[in-house]
């Protein structure tokens, strides 16, 4: 049971650089979520794609882009890093609306420099 | 806007003793549901407990229970017989009115002494 599964777990980038944080769930949901965790600010949901071919923006999208390659995976791509986006990120995904149960993945610790 | 209000940044308990976590919220709607989330030190964000706001009964799982005051917007979370693996960030959550979007908030880091 891998569940959600989101790679890397910890990435050093430094200023300007670009990556893109990979998202999969094997649990067949719809809906599928990225978060950023700071200290003090508890979850701010990035973006979220509510089914395969849709994305939306949450709280925070500037400086980030998603894309839903397919049902089960949903990527977070930063294309020039900067230090404010130094955080946790987490994805999650839920059978379909958000009153059902989110499940999370382990996250990916990011530091930019 | 809708909010979620978690007043105390931390508490403690001893082992064996019975701590409650308080959480309030702001909305509109009638029906909706409440979350707690559990995060360790290892980072992994686990559900613990699910109440529906249309139940008047309170949700318990095991050890954990909810005080749910619909009214009052109030979703307290009780944990009975604390354990040393009880210590963690705990989160209150709940969907934004007519959204995918779950509104968490800022946590309570609870430390469990033996």
């Known amino acids: 049971n891998a569940g959600v599964t989101q790679t890397p777990k910890f990435q050093v980038l430094k200023t300007g650089q670009s990556m893109t944080l990979q998202c999969a769930q094997d649990m067949n949901h719809n809906s599928m979520y990225w978060y950023r965790q700071d200290p003090g600010m508890g979850l701010r949901l990035i973006y979220y794609?509510?089914?395969?071919?849709?994305?939306d923006k949450g709280e925070v999208p500037n400086g980030y882009n998603v894309s839903r390659l397919n049902k089960r995976e949903f990527s977070l791509r930063l294309e020039s890093a900067a230090p404010s986006q130094t955080s946790v990120y987490f994805c999650?995904?839920?059978?379909?609306?958000?009153?059902?149960?989110?499940?999370f993945g382990a996250g990916t610790r990011l530091s930019v420099l | 806007a809708q909010t979620v209000t978690q007043s105390q940044p931390e508490m403690s308990v001893q082992e064996a003793e019975t701590v409650t976590l308080s959480c309030t919220y702001d909305?509109?709607?009638?029906?909706?549901?409440l979350f707690w989330y559990k995060q360790p030190p290892s980072r992994q964000m686990i559900l613990v407990i699910r109440q529906e706001a249309y139940k008047q009964q309170n949700a318990t799982e095991n050890r954990f229970s909810v005080n749910f005051q619909k009214a009052a917007k109030s979703f307290s979370l009780k944990i009975s017989d604390s354990q040393l693996g009880d210590a963690a960030m705990y989160f209150c959550?709940?969907?934004?009115?007519?959204?995918?979007?779950?509104?968490f908030g800022k946590g309570m880091k609870l430390t469990v002494n033996p």
């Open positions: 794609s509510a089914s395969e071919g849709t994305t």
């Open positions: 999650a995904s839920s059978v379909y609306q958000a009153k059902n149960i989110q499940y």
């Open positions: 959550a709940y969907p934004r009115a007519g959204s995918e979007k779950l509104v």
């Open positions: 909305t509109s709607e009638s029906d909706y549901y």
